[in-house]
């Protein structure tokens, strides 16, 4: 049967269900109704983390104060009070400042020496059997075992400890860097091949930003064995070039039976500690792996 409809009259058929509601400007204001404080704050990894570190302050506090031993285990007080004068004199920030530069040149000659041999174990099947075979000689070895043959080589200086750092960072950090390259798919392998991507190309523009999760991982690990074996490393010998650091800090405090500075060196250790977990690297995660829906936040 005909229709007499014109073309412009048909209209699609809406089943009620699907149909668009009003829903009000009071439904609209509980959609958007913001959380409260409680719940805000409660969401926020920062505050989380600050309880947990009141309360450990607290749990200090109270150990403290029932031992009533300052020279045993001096309350978080008596600690407060030694490292904001040793502060305020310019001990701690110099000594923190002698560590921080030696570790920095060691990081650093760290990555680059572990970037260059996972280029080379990507290469070819004998660099990766190099690899394999080093890592599981030397990622082994604590750091500090190489400390006597470091001295006997280097002397008692900067490049002593440059040498332990090394060696810290190296093959934990080509451990995870190359371990972040096998984990890279075949499709995607192809896929850079096919676009002309070879040698560096290949493994700066492809392997790396998408093996980042594995090597950021490899870069905090190596950052976390550096820092405990450099101030490890200060505590045996101390001084370099003249200057001791944050590990001779402590080691002399020690000796002078200043329990609290002793541990007000220490709360400086883990200071820094937390400062580069989460503040640098955090901000690393934030512009990387987490910017690119590779990791949750």
Known sequence: ???????????????????RTDLGDAKLEDVQ???????????????????ILLGLAMIWQIYGVWLDNPMIFPTMGETLSALLSNIANGTIPVRLLATLKVLVVGYVIGVILATVFTT??????????????????????PAIALLPLALLWFGLGTPS???????????????????????VSETMRMAGQTFGLRGMRYVVQLL??????????????????????????????G????????GWFIFENRNLLDTPAVF??????????LFVEGVIFRFIENRTVRKWGMQRG
Do not use: C
């Open 161 to 183: 400890l440059v040498f332990v750092i090394v060696n810290s960072v190296l093959w934990a950090v080509a451990l995870n860097m190359h371990t972040g390259f096998l984990t």
């Open 208 to 237: 790396i930003p998408a093996a980042f999760p594995a090597i950021l991982a490899g870069l905090k690990i190596g950052w976390a064995f550096a820092w405990r074996t450099l101030i490890a490393a200060e505590l045996v010998f």
């Open 33 to 51: 109704r913001k959380l409260p404080l409680a719940e805000t704050l409660w969401n926020s990894a920062a505050f989380r983390k600050t309880l």
């Open 239 to 246: 001084v370099s070039s003249g200057q001791g650091g944050l």
């Open 264 to 273: 007000a060196g220490l709360l400086t250790v883990m200071a820094v500690g």
């Open 1 to 19: 049967m005909a229709s007499n409809a014109a073309p412009g009259d048909f209209a699609p058929v809406i089943r009620a269900e699907y149909e």
């Open 120 to 141: 080379i174990a990507v290469s070819s099947r004998l660099g990766t059997d190099l690899l394999s075979t080093l890592t599981a000689m030397f990622n082994p070895l």
